[in-house]
């Protein structure tokens, strides 16, 4: 996901290093293709589990619902144990949950059972909650600090490329081309119409064996690395003698709600693409739909680059209410202009999301303390659960009204974000 990766704020500095360890960073920065494979792969299980299981969009939304709330539950736990085990040791641990959470969908597809890759991608994501608190602050102290931003600039590159792999995946190794409308469904004899669904279940048992066995042995690759001696230092801000100090900060606090939604806008868009397209343009197969996806993410990757060039130029609060702004009126156009149209500006809604979410993490973290900033940055990781409610959110919206009323959810989101962003330029234009 895109969306948490700028909590490197207040890492300490690599006792006595002069250069960068080469061999520990290259198995950190791989970690952001990692879990951009993962996040971006559930926008291929809703839909696959909504043909497998025959599910309302709701239901098939709680695929982000419990991911995400994986998140939510193991930000501040992982957070803690990074403290207590040290930077390696989160990240051992967030690969051996990540590896567990893939090797689950293989009983989950042998039991068919909904629940059951629910629990799987809650696990998962724990796991990439460990990742995510520990490799942003770990890339920033594997060298001189001089080099701390360039470093972790290279790491996020990788995140988006992730993203488009774990689409380009689920295209060609889980989504099989073969959709059967209610009615045909209606008229298979039942032996059929189970084995049917039973194999729709049964194709995600292949790319997710495989990122498991990955995953494991990236675990072991990293437990028997000698990365270099971290002076991790005292962490006085991590514990909650601060939170109340943070709760009376408006900034901060407006800045954790317009995370909240900023995640929730993006990870709905992307969820429910292949959906959109698919009931907006008649007879689009779901792997065509899926390469609207991964157009996409395409310009999610190029907005970052030009959104991170025009910041030179522009103040970073007012691109954001600029971005926010035109993305009002794409997802305004999604859903009165349902169609090749709506279609098309839904898919360039990503490349003005793209500077959102590190936009907002800094905002949300400047003039903070020093002590502060550690759990600060923990809350607005913890906000990323906003895309586990509003995309459930959108999924009933969908089933109650239709799939291109449900970017009304979004639409909501961006204005949010330009109200945050707006009122934060008018504070700086004061001081």
Known sequence: MQYRQHAAAGAAAVTGAARVAIVPLILIVSLFFL???????????????????????????????????????????????????GYKGAVVTGLALYAAGAFLFLPAAQMHTYGLFLLALFVLASGLAFLE???????????????????LNL????????????????????FSGVEHTPEQLAAMAPAAREAYLASESAMVQGPYLVIGIIVALWALLVLFTRFPRIDEGADSGSGFSHLGKLLRNGRFVFSVIAQFFYVGAQVGIWSYLIRYAQDVVPG???????????????LFMIGRFVGTALMRRVAPTLLLAVFAAVNVVLAAVAIAAPGTVGLYALVVVSFFMSVMF???FAMGLDRLEDNERKLGSSLLVMAIVGGAVLTAAMGLTSDLFGIHWAMAVPLACFVVILGFAWRYRKVEAVV
Do not use: C, H
């Open 133 to 151: 608190t520990s490799a942003n602050p770990l890339v920033t102290v594997l060298g001189p600090p001089q080099g701390a931003a360039r470093r």
């Open 358 to 360: 590190p936009t907002i």
């Open 35 to 85: 879990w951009g494979v993962a996040n971006n792969l559930n926008d291929i299980l809703i839909k696959q589990f909504k043909k497998a299981f025959e599910l309302s969009d709701l239901q098939a939304g709680l695929v982000q619902s419990a991911f995400y709330l994986g998140y939510f539950v193991f930000a501040l736990p992982a957070g803690m144990f990074m403290r207590r085990f």
């Open 284 to 298: 689009t197969p779901e792997r065509t739909a899926a390469d609207f996806l991964t157009a996409s993410l395409v």
């Open 155 to 174: 790491a996020q590159a990788f995140n988006p490329l992730g993203a488009i792999t774990g689409v380009l995946i689920g295209r060609y190794f889980i």
